[in-house]
């Protein structure tokens, strides 16, 4: 018989079977296997993987991983009394991922992020019902914090968000995702890099005095209006990345940015008519407006271009290196509103449209053109 308690596991072996089994099984086998519990001791960063956890299970397992300093709680919608296990351990921890704890009470949640003294990365994704004070003592506790999720508490006020920014003074990524009873968002911050507002669906008025802010992610916030987004554009001077998907209460907007490499404009139903202007804009995405008349496009740096299936009956490019457009399906779309200046264009998609090719400056000397029209490519000067 195999005697488990003097076993021997090389270490490489070790991370690899632990990385493919449970909690459970790994605390059935530190109990026979000496070796195993000993580097239990020594383990810092834990993932309790996506089975629900019970209040004894996080309970064991601190007392098996008592180093650990990096935890992750993938479903936490059954605990309910073993909060006081993690503030126990919360001034040893410096990342943490709990997710939906549900079933939290305003006290035991601040007796928790009280101890929160050494944490940096946060994550509370689906802590529904905690209210503003208990929020706050998150702010007062985590001044080394550097990267906060609160996803989908619903309790979140306009204030609390600034009062964590001013609390926190190396916070530069937030997320307060389908944070639904935010409307006014009115934030000021030097050191905030990327900020998820996405599915905050009642949010109408939005400025930000964020002048190192990279990213900035609205998809869904069905009711920010064009206004805000152009605020947007003059206050963030540093904004690289943009997400607006799904905002359906955006009509015409002006978008005028030096820094915005990406764009995300897709699914905007009331779209009618838009001018954006971005001289290192390299990726844009408008699939879906379906609304959208009139578009104008000063794009110096983009390359390929997808403005296909859109009800488009006015375009503006002037796109100096722009190599591909693909037009296809853009039935309203005719030769004369179309105006062009694309001098490296090379191959581009009129497939199921009206459109003459020669509405389009093409490219000059021996690489002349492409079209592509029923599926196959044709020479630009045959078409």
């Known amino acids: 018989m195999l005697n488990t308690a003097t076993m021997k596991m090389p270490e490489d072996q070790f991370l690899n ?29 834990v993932d309790a993987g996506e089975e629900e956890l019970r209040n004894a299970d996080l309970a064991l397992l601190v007392r098996r991983f008592p180093a650990v300093n990096d935890l992750t709680i993938r479903s936490a919608s059954r605990l309910t009394t073993a909060y006081e296990v993690l503030a126990e351990i919360g001034p040893q921890l410096v990342s943490l991922k ?21 944490m940096r990365y946060l994550s509370l994704d689906g802590t529904f ?22 996803c989908g508490f619903r309790q979140l006020k306009d204030e609390d968000v600034q009062f964590l920014l001013d609390s926190c003074p190396s916070l530069s990524v937030l997320s307060v995702a389908d944070c639904t009873t935010l409307g006014s968002l009115v934030l000021r911050s030097t050191q905030l890099k990327t900020l998820d507002v996405s599915r905050c669906i009642h949010i109408s008025e939005m400025s930000l005095e964020t002048p190192g802010l990279t990213r900035l992610d609205a998809n869904w916030c069905t009711k920010l209006p064009d206004c805000a987004v152009e605020s947007l554009m003059g206050s963030c001077l540093a904004l690289e990345h943009l997400g607006l998907k799904g905002c359906s209460a955006l009509v015409s907007p002006t978008i005028q940015s030096a820094k915005l ?52 009956k006015n375009l503006t490019l002037n796109c100096n290196k722009l190599v591909y457009a693909n037009l296809r399906g853009s039935y309203k779309l005719e030769s ?22 020669e509405a389009f400056v093409r490219s000059d000397g021996e690489g002349e053109g492409d079209v592509i029209q029923g599926g196959a490519p044709l020479p630009w000067h045959t078409y």
Request: one cysteine or more.
């Open 261 to 312: 490499r990406s764009l995300d404009l897709s699914l905007c139903g009331k779209l009618t008519t838009c001018s954006i202007s971005g001289p290192s804009l390299t990726t844009l995405k408008v699939a879906m407006c379906m609304g959208l008349n009139s578009l104008t496009l000063e794009l110096p740096v983009m390359i390929s271009l997808d403005l296909s299936m859109l009800g488009v």
């Open 98 to 118: 709990l997710t939906g704890a549900r079933i939290i009470r305003d006290d035991t949640f601040r007796d928790m992020v009280r101890t929160f003294e050494s």
């Open 17 to 45: 079977v632990l990385s493919y089994l449970v909690v459970d099984s790994v605390f059935a086998m530190s109990s026979t296997c000496r070796q195993l519990h000993e580097w239990c001791s020594l383990f810092k960063a």
């Open 336 to 357: 004369a509103n179309i105006q062009s200046r694309c001098p490296g264009l090379s191959v581009v998609d009129l497939c199921g449209t009206k459109i003459n090719p």
């Open 129 to 150: 019902y905690v209210k503003s004070q208990a929020i706050n003592a998150l702010a007062k506790a985590g001044q080394q914090l550097q990267e906060v999720s609160l």
